[in-house]
């Protein structure tokens, strides 16, 4: 079965400081995707990155960065200096490749990430 | 391009109520879905389509109907309200393949009484 695990749910920083949000994933296929998802205070939900399980490999823009490791089924994603706009819940989500699957998202449980000036 | 949106964004329901949420998409996506969102659970997939005229039941799709009518469209009924069914509900559209990302609307917030 597919699952998807962020077990940090709160965490709190200093403006300025770098952070790691954790997610774990499982499952049976061999093709997938892995996405993160960033919620604002307003609500919406924000696109923020997809990977598929054929590339491993690192990947940054600006203060993010993303760590994909096949080996430990993990998709973490690092903020690097982070800012008081940071502030979020942030979600991973997989989905499978098989087309029958329709392409749906399993989501982690959220990251609530609150940067303190 | 409106991208998606949802209609109503609030909504209070007194039990047994009931009532469609709308979703309507200007990019001409194939697939749809619909979601909730309840504190400390993530998003949850209620139905979706994978094109006009069909529909599949997703991870909690006791007490929602669907129907997708139109391509742009995808609506979410609830028939008889509980309020289990208190929460925020999502809705989303990609294009193929199958590894591109979700684009949600904005989100319906829903207090059923």
């Known amino acids: 079965a597919q699952k998807v695990t962020q077990a940090q749910t709160e965490i709190s920083v200093v403006e300025k400081e770098d952070v790691t949000l954790d997610c774990v994933y499982e499952?049976?296929?061999?093709?997938?995707?892995l996405f993160w998802y960033k919620q604002p205070p307003s609500g919406e939900l924000v696109f923020l990155i997809r990977?598929?399980?054929?590339?491993?490999q690192n990947e940054i823009s600006g203060r993010y960065s993303w760590n994909f490791q096949k080996s430990t089924s993990s998709f973490n994603f690092t903020i690097t200096a982070s800012q008081v706009v940071d502030s979020a819940v942030y979600f991973c989500?997989?989905?499978?490749?098989?087309?029958?699957?329709?392409?749906?998202?399993?989501f982690g449980q959220g990251t609530e990430l609150s940067v303190k000036p | 391009n409106a991208g998606v949106t949802q209609t109503p964004k609030f909504r209070v329901l007194k039990t047994g109520q009931s009532m469609t949420l709308l979703c309507a998409q200007d990019m001409n996506h194939e697939y749809m879905y619909w979601y909730r969102q309840d504190p400390g659970m993530g998003l949850r997939l209620i139905h979706y389509?994978?094109?006009?005229?069909?529909?599949a039941k997703g991870e909690v799709p006791d007490g929602y109907n669907v129907s997708r009518l139109k391509k742009q469209n995808f609506l979410l009924g609830l028939e008889s309200a509980a309020p289990s069914q208190t929460s925020v509900y999502f809705c989303a559209s990609r294009p193929p393949p199958m590894d591109n990302e979700q684009f949600f609307g904005p989100g319906t917030r829903l207090t059923v009484l």
């Open positions: 990977r598929n399980s054929f590339d491993e």
């Open positions: 389509s994978v094109g006009e005229g069909t529909t």
């Open positions: 989500a997989l989905s499978e490749g098989r087309v029958n699957q329709g392409g749906k998202l399993i």
């Open positions: 499952t049976r296929d061999t093709t997938y995707y």
